[in-house]
Each structure stands twice: as structure tokens, then as C-alpha cells.
């Protein structure tokens, strides 16, 4: 079994920086991509950035490039999400998630497990 827990988040000032991380239970972490996605209030889940298993390629969604970075430390089990030059469009629960199905790494279907979820709030 696996767990994703999450840590970090809270509130931030437009324009501020957060860092999310999850820890990864179980010693097959370093064998997957790993993804983060959100979801804002009555919107859909949505892709934020992913890594794959050796962290040597990452992806993001436009609205984040720039301004996030995923990282991860796979002696550590932990990925990491460095959110800058926050918006209060980025106000969402985030999640992080394990690609364990093949597809594409931005579709949320792709990824099998998945940490409880961490609310971010920006204020404007």
C-alpha cells in the first residue's frame, strides 16, 4: 500500500512563495513520475507539473511555468513543489499524485495514488 502524505501550504499575499511537499511511504517512490495537480472551488482537477522518475524532465501548465518548480529527492521518498510570485487565481487544494498507468502525465486518470490534498489560498 501506498500513502502520499503532503505538508506545507497555508496562506500567502499575491506576489508571496510556498513550498509543498509529500512523502511517499513504500520504496518503489523512485520508479515513477510524479505529478501535482489542483482544484479550485467548482472547477475541474487540473494539472500543475510533473517529473519523471530520475527528475532529469519536467513539465508544466502554462499559467505555473516561470513561477513553479517541481523537484524531488528520492532518497528522501519527497517531492517537492516551490510555488513563487504567487496569484490569487492559484487559490486551490493541491494534490500530489503517482503516474502508475501509462498515458500522458497530464491527465489526471494517468496517476493511481494520491496524497489528501493541501489548500493553498492567495490574497489579493
Known amino acids: 500500500q501506498v500513502q502520499l502524505v503532503q505538508s506545507g501550504g497555508g496562506l500567502v499575499q499575491a506576489g508571496g512563495s510556498l513550498r509543498l511537499s509529500c512523502v511517499a511511504s513504500?520504496?518503489?517512490?523512485?520508479?515513477?513520475?510524479m505529478g501535482w495537480f489542483r482544484q479550485a472551488p467548482g472547477k475541474e482537477r487540473e494539472f500543475v507539473a510533473a517529473i519523471t522518475w530520475t527528475g532529469g524532465s519536467t513539465y508544466y501548465a502554462d499559467s505555473v511555468k516561470d513561477r513553479f518548480t517541481i523537484s524531488r529527492d528520492n532518497d528522501k521518498n519527497t517531492l517537492y513543489l516551490q510555488m513563487n510570485s504567487l496569484k490569487p487565481e492559484d487559490t486551490a487544494v493541491y494534490y500530489c499524485a503517482r503516474q502508475g498507468y501509462s498515458g500522458s502525465y497530464f491527465t489526471a486518470q494517468s496517476y493511481d495514488y494520491w496524497g489528501q490534498g493541501t489548500q493553498v489560498t492567495v490574497s489579493s
Open positions: 513504500g520504496r518503489t517512490f523512485s520508479r515513477y513520475t
